[in-house]
């Protein structure tokens, strides 16, 4: 058997439901390994060794009974620290919420417990999930596994390391404006942002009412698969809610992509960075290798991206911030009070002009999607960061930079999934990120998966490398 850290859930699943592994000797085993690694690396705010251990016992006592919930049953989970838990401090990474303890969960934490998911902890964030580097002045810095100096991304990045480094199977995360892709693209694994509504958000803490997503991360696009399975459906509590029927999602994940059209919008392939411009490129044709058809598009609507982003994220969080910016001002990050107060002064006609850019974006993405069956771009433009002494500045100069590349999805409402593309001449991964028509997250993961197969971190920038690889 492997290193019990880095394998996949489906991988341990396996070993779990055949009573070949125990729930209680895998979570003691990442406990151990948080505790390790942890003190370096902050991808947990608030570690849960107690409680997990008293899951993992109960998982064991139903397993060795018959009462095998399915493949998450013992396996251990990194819960995103916007996600409430009933009793257990629930901080958004924010100062303001460093001593809440909630009366009730997250319905997406209820549907993973019944699932049989062991909570390892509350994990690390951007502070309200309102930023690009997983900087946290408040709980710590989250650090890149791959290179300690390197930001992780964020605002999941908490969950996005912890998988990078084996200290946790499994994580979940939100997306507002990026903050699954992003990270995951940093860290190497895999995340998705499912169609808005498809996931509840009910007692998430909001950072825009009208993008906010909740999302599975994983070091596979199967382990996603079996988690999106667990996560989505109706829940009553959640207004945006969709209901609407549930496919298998691991159904048809391992169909070959022949003749599968893939969509690149020209705006995704301007002001890259070099090593990611030559990532993408290789990319594109393994895609065509593996049989996909890949012709590029003018999707000229989605230029309006960063106006309606900035506006839309900024006024809604300002508008659920109101009053704390007026009584806890000391209470917020300089960087992140100055985006929520830029906010606060957004004009009302300047927020409808938003939403009138959203609408004409997502009949513009409706168009596209006559011609193809998905679109794919680059996940981000830059190679990760290194953190720099003026974070600050950094944080917002990264927001700048990014959000241009991870916003349009969540402005129109649509999926995306977030892969590793290879790695960069620093050593550190890049990811793209393939984005689907409305409920299209089967379709998503089959195509995903395909790539998957292709172990795109073994990719060198080494032009020889390249020549064998083609």
């Not at 959640?238 to 893939?262: C, F, M, Q, T, W």
């Not at 990264?398 to 590349?405: G, I």
């Not at 195509?447 to 032009?463: D, H, I, S, T, Y």
Request: include cysteine; charged fraction near 20%; glycine fraction near 10%.
């Amino acid at each position: 058997m492997n290193d019990l850290s880095l394998m996949t859930a489906r991988e341990l699943g396996k070993y779990i439901k055949g009573k070949q592994l125990s729930p209680v000797e895998l979570t003691k085993h990442m406990l151990q390994r948080i505790r390790q690694m942890d003190g370096t690396l902050r991808t947990y705010i608030t570690p849960l060794e107690e409680l997990a251990i008293i899951q993992a016992k109960d998982a064991e006592n139903k397993i060795m009974k018959g009462e095998y919930l399915g493949p998450l049953h013992g396996i251990g989970v990194g819960i995103k620290d916007n996600k409430f838990t009933k009793g257990i401090r629930t901080t958004d990474g924010s100062k303001l919420f460093a001593d809440f303890f909630p009366s009730e969960s997250a319905t997406v934490v209820n549907k993973l417990l019944h699932g049989g998911v062991i909570m390892l902890g509350k994990q690390n964030m951007h502070e309200l999930a309102a930023g690009s580097t997983g900087t946290n002045p408040f709980f710590g810095t989250t650090r890149n596994p791959w290179n300690l100096e390197y930001m992780p991304g964020g605002s999941s990045g908490g969950g996005t390391a912890s998988l990078a480094a084996g200290l946790a199977t499994l994580a979940t995360g939100s997306d507002t404006f990026g903050s699954i892709r992003l990270p995951a693209s940093m860290c190497g694994v895999y995340g998705l942002k499912p169609t808005y509504g498809l996931v509840s958000t009910f007692r998430v803490f909001p950072s825009a009412w009208s993008l906010d997503t909740v999302g599975p991360m994983a070091r596979s696009v199967g382990d996603l698969a079996i988690m999106l399975q667990v996560m989505a459906g109706y829940d009553p509590n959640d207004p945006a809610i969709l209901r609407v029927p549930l496919p298998n999602y691991s159904e048809a994940i391992h169909n070959d992509i022949k003749g599968i059209k893939i969509g690149i919008p020209t705006y995704y392939v301007k002001g890259l960075d070099e090593d990611i411009a030559m990532l993408f490129r290789r990319a594109v044709v393994q895609l065509q290798y593996l049989g996909a058809e890949v012709k590029e598009l003018e999707i000229p609507e989605l230029e309006m991206s960063t106006f309606s982003g900035y506006l839309t994220v900024g006024s809604e969080a300002a508008a659920f911030h109101n009053e704390w910016l007026k009584t806890h001002p000391e209470d917020y990050s300089p960087d992140i009070r100055s985006f929520f107060l830029a906010g606060s002064l957004m004009e009302g006609r300047k927020y409808v002009q938003a939403q009138q850019a959203r609408r004409r974006m997502v009949q513009a993405f409706e168009k596209a999607f006559q011609e193809v069956d998905m679109l794919l771009g680059p996940t981000i433009p830059i190679k990760t960061p290194k953190f720099q002494a003026n974070w600050v500045k950094q944080n917002l100069d990264v927001v700048k930079r990014t959000l241009p590349f991870t916003v349009p999805v969540n402005l129109t409402g649509v999926p995306a999934l977030a892969v590793p593309m290879g790695i960069d001449s620093n050593g550190l991964p890049a990811g793209m990120q393939f984005i689907g028509r409305h409920l299209s997250e089967q379709q998503l993961l089959q195509v995903g998966n395909a790539w998957e197969q292709l172990n795109p971190l073994q990719f060198k920038l080494r032009a020889e490398t390249d020549n064998k690889t083609l």
